[in-house]
């Protein structure tokens, strides 16, 4: 049974800094993308960046990218999300979710993902 466990969200200050973390389980992730995601209330769940587990592209969304980071580490059979400078348009429920290869190619959508995780709140004080 796939399982995707987020962690690392919280409080911080506008500036500040936060690394979620995604723990997978459950099959072999090697040829699947893994993608960030993030809801805030009253609004639709948005694509964030996701990177392809074997290679480590990576994509991000233009609101994020310069200041977000996505990694993984094939060991560990986690992936991550360093989010620096972060501003209060950033607070939401962030989702890491993965995908088995799509003829489409297309990764920054949601309807594209087979697995979710159960989210982690990021909340971002001006």
């Known amino acids: 049974q796939v399982q995707l466990v987020e962690s690392g969200g919280g409080l911080v200050q506008a500036g500040g800094s936060l690394r979620l973390s995604c723990a997978a389980s459950?099959?072999?992730?090697?040829?699947?993308?893994m993608g960030w995601f993030r809801q805030a209330p009253g609004k639709e769940r948005e694509f964030v960046a996701h990177i392809r587990w074997s290679g480590g592209s990576t994509y991000y969304a233009n609101s994020v990218k310069g200041r977000f980071t996505i990694s993984r580490d094939n060991a560990k059979n986690a992936v991550y999300l360093q989010m620096n400078s972060l501003k209060p348009e950033d607070t939401a429920v962030y989702y890491c979710?993965?995908?088995?290869?799509?003829?489409?190619?297309?990764?920054?959508?949601?309807?594209?993902?087979?697995?979710w995780g159960q989210g982690t709140q990021v909340t971002v004080s001006s």
């Open positions: 979710a993965a995908s088995a290869p799509k003829n489409s190619g297309v990764y920054y959508y949601s309807g594209t993902y087979d697995y």
């Open positions: 459950g099959r072999t992730f090697s040829n699947y993308v």
